[in-house]
């Protein structure tokens, strides 16, 4: 639907703006190539079965229900910050509904992949390549890595002990868990696509720290996939490619309208932190950091908007809904109630993080 709705809006803005040359300076293509790179390497890497040998391997050394959440939101909030929200969920919610059914801890699968998609959502927040606003604004603000990291440092280390305090929360039991099936070890971390994705991503977080161009990174990558897995480019994320390109369109037409332009600078204009928590609940985030960046330069409050503003509704953020499509097919799966708990936890950690936040902000 984003995809669909992003289209007619970029569409609708060329009776605005008639095309021209122009219109080929709008995309960021270091993004796109970036965000292409991406998601190749991590689809590479994910097929080799390293985070379900990682996440195996942690899991059967818990024996307690607050064990066992740890490791899985744990996974998702860590391993985000270097996969993205949508890869770690893609990756560890299947896994956790696999273990809990082995396991007949049905009774958990709500909480843990409530909590999950959280974890998954707040800790790509750290890095620019967690998720695709931040690569975008990264990107936009000029800042180098480690000033991303410092300013994204005092909301991530805060959601972490959210995700830590929402898992202490739940009522500690003993828990038996049944074998699980993952690959050998040796077989993994011995492979050579193991370590050439490796290096590929590498490569791809030396063009993210500009050290190498974007087009650069494209070609090193999109050259070694060919040679190792052609079927990787089937696993892109296309529409959200495509989604970006129309809303680069949409950004550019409405920049290039003086009247349109003057009256949402104006009225975004020291507003920044609370118009990407607010407009990531109807269109999702990453629309909302492309909308916003058009007429703000303020990216570091937007960065924290965006960010936080994922918390909240199933479609602030992309990712919570690959999470609410996986458990849904899942036999007995509890759908009403599994929205009403996620829409609790998530609103009582937007509570606390948005005033906080915008506390942080004041003092910066």
């Known amino acids: 639907m984003l995809l669909v709705v992003s289209g007619g809006l970029a569409a609708l803005s060329c009776l605005l703006v008639r095309p021209d040359r122009l219109y080929l300076t709008y995309p960021d293509y270091r993004v796109l190539a970036l965000l292409f790179s991406l998601m190749l390497v991590v689809a590479g890497w994910q097929k080799t079965g390293v985070f379900r040998l990682l996440g195996g391997t942690l899991s059967r050394r818990v024996g307690t229900v607050r064990g066992l959440l740890l490791v899985l939101c744990g996974l998702c909030f860590f391993g985000s910050m270097l996969i993205t929200n949508d890869v770690a969920l893609i990756t560890f919610v299947p896994f956790t509904i696999a273990l809990l059914r082995r396991a007949k801890e049905e009774q958990l699968l709500i909480p843990a ?62 828990l038996t868990l049944g074998g699980s099936e993952q690959p050998e070890e040796s077989s993994v971390l011995r492979s050579r696509r193991f370590w050439a994705f490796a290096g590929l991503f590498a490569v791809c977080l030396a063009g993210v720290l500009r050290i190498l161009p974007g087009w650069a990174v494209l070609a090193v990558t999109a050259a070694v996939v060919l040679l190792l897995d052609r079927s990787l480019f089937r696993r892109v994320n296309y529409s959200l490619l495509a989604t970006f390109l129309f809303f680069f369109v949409l950004i550019g037409n409405l920049g290039r309208v003086e009247a349109i332009r003057s009256f949402l600078g104006s009225a975004i204009a020291g507003r920044e932190l609370w118009f990407g928590i607010g407009l990531s609940q109807i269109i999702s985030n990453v629309p909302a950091a492309m909308l916003l960046a058009g007429f703000s330069a303020e990216y570091r409050a937007l960065l924290w908007g965006v960010n936080i503003g994922g918390l909240g509704t199933l479609i602030a953020s992309m990712a919570s809904l690959i999470t609410y499509q996986l ?23 937007l509570a606390i993080l948005a005033p906080a936040a915008a506390a942080f902000s004041a003092l910066c």
Request: charge should be positive; glycine fraction near 8%.
């Open 327 to 349: 458990y849904a097919p899942v036999p007995g799966a509890k759908k009403g109630r599994y929205l009403l708990w996620f829409t609790c936890y998530n609103l009582a950690a």
């Open 113 to 174: 992949l409530a909590i999950e998609t959280i974890a998954a959502n707040l800790g790509s927040i750290l890095t620019p390549v967690g998720n695709p606003q931040n690569l975008y604004l990264y990107s936009l603000s000029g800042m180098d890595f480690s000033s991303f990291l410092l300013h994204m440092l005092p909301v991530w280390a805060l959601s972490l002990a959210i995700v830590c305090g929402m898992i202490l929360l739940q009522k500690n039991r003993p």
